[in-house]
T-cell receptor, first 114, second 111 residues
Framework: AQSVSQHNHHVILSEAASLELGCNYSYGGTVNLFWYVQYPGQHLQLLLKYFSGDPLVKGIKGFEAEFIKSKFSFNLRKPSVQWSDTAEYFCAVNAGNRDDKIIFGKGTRLHILP | DGGITQSPKYLFRKEGQNVTLSCEQNLNHDAMYWYRQDPGQGLRLIYYSQIVNDFQKGDIAEGYSVSREKKESFPLTVTSAQKNPTAFYLC??????????FGSGTQLSVL
């Protein structure tokens, strides 16, 4: 069965600090990987996704993530965070077959200090 | 406007009562999902449907039921068998695996 682990439950950073949020998944086959973000009071929205090809994917608002197949990881990064990045971030996985099942991690609350 | 509409926004359930949460989409998406969001637990998949008249259990389906009689609609019933129903319920749809469009959610509480 698929599962997703997010290592950090709550992260506090100052503006301009670099960010890396960990995500590991357990599934032996081909996977599709995602990061979603939920800003305070808003719907969940897609930040970026990996289906195939270049393992370094770029998303909105300067975020990027790297798929490392050997480590079953898909960590989210941003070189310099802003106060507006305060949100909850969710990693998600879909088995890359024809099943549309999508499993989420428990989320990481990111708090950026101005 | 295209999107996912969930109703009601708030719902209260009495002991032993079944309640139904509505989810409608006008995005012409094939796949629809129900997730439960609890603090510190992330989103846990209850049920999902890839096509009309077909649906699959997610990780926490016990105490819930769904139907998919129309492409646009995927209602969730929280039955009396669900012993801990208080949570925030999110409906989503997708045209291709992964990019989910979420509704605004229903907060269910027990009286």
């Amino acid at each position: 069965a698929q599962s997703v682990s997010q290592h950090n439950h709550h992260v506090i950073l100052s503006e301009a600090a670099s960010l890396e949020l960990g995500c590991n998944y357990s599934y032996g086959g081909t996977v599709n990987l995602f990061w979603y973000v939920q800003y305070p009071g808003q719907h969940l929205q897609l930040l970026l996704k990996y289906f195939s090809g270049d393992p370094l994917v770029k998303g909105i608002k300067g975020f990027e993530a790297e798929f490392i197949k050997s480590k079953f990881s898909f960590n989210l990064r941003k070189p310099s965070v802003q106060w507006s990045d305060t949100a909850e971030y969710f990693c998600a996985v879909n088995a890359g077959n024809r099943d549309d099942k999508i499993i989420f991690g428990k989320g990481t609350r990111l708090h950026i200090l101005p | 406007d295209g999107g996912i509409t969930q109703s009601p926004k708030y719902l209260f359930r009495k002991e032993g009562q079944n309640v139904t949460l509505s989810c409608e989409q006008n995005l012409n998406h094939d796949a629809m999902y129900w997730y439960r969001q609890d603090p510190g637990q992330g989103l846990r998949l209850i049920y999902y449907s890839q096509i009309v008249n077909d649906f699959q259990k997610g990780d926490i389906a016990e105490g819930y039921s769904v139907s998919r009689e129309k492409k646009e609609s995927f209602p969730l019933t929280v039955t009396s068998a669900q012993k801990n129903p208080t949570a925030f319920y999110l409906c989503a749809s997708s045209s291709s695996a992964g990019k989910l469009f979420f509704g605004s959610g229903t907060q269910l509480s027990v009286l």
